[in-house]
């Protein structure tokens, strides 16, 4: 499956973005979805997943409360609703999927997106 994100781009702090992850290639509705964020010389970390119905979440701490992922099965896209962004928010966003219905923080990536800039600026 091709994933590709769009919606990064530049923001002031307190501001917000959509991101979106369109999948083609096969149907993910029975995959989980779900998105992880890199800063060069970091480690790309979890930010949060999304189970194949929609009806399981999983966030990490530090987006808890201002982050919101969903999806859309019928359009097989997912999207990440970004709001009061900080500046340490400031990272290539990727999305991914996970083969398994339902994986907390997808320990288990069987495909990746390219990537999408999101700049927080103070």
């Known amino acids: 499956v091709q994933l590709v994100e769009s919606g990064g781009g530049w923001v002031q702090a307190g501001g917000s973005l959509r991101l979106s992850c369109a999948a083609s290639?096969?149907?993910?509705?029975?995959?989980?979805m779900g998105w992880f964020r890199q800063t060069p010389g970091k480690e790309r970390e979890f930010v949060a997943a999304?189970?194949?119905?929609?009806?399981?979440?999983n966030y990490a701490d530090s987006v808890k409360g201002r982050f919101t992922i969903s999806r859309d099965n019928a359009k097989n896209t997912a999207y990440l609703q970004m709001n009061s962004l900080k500046p340490e928010d400031t990272a290539v966003y990727y999305c991914?999927?996970?083969?398994?219905?339902?994986?907390?923080?997808?320990?288990?990536?069987?495909?990746w997106g390219q990537g999408t800039q999101v700049t927080v600026s103070s």
């Open positions: 991914a999927t996970s083969p398994n219905n339902w994986d907390t923080r997808l320990r288990l990536i069987d495909s």
């Open positions: 290639g096969r149907t993910v509705s029975r995959y989980t």
């Open positions: 999304i189970s194949w119905s929609g009806g399981s979440t």
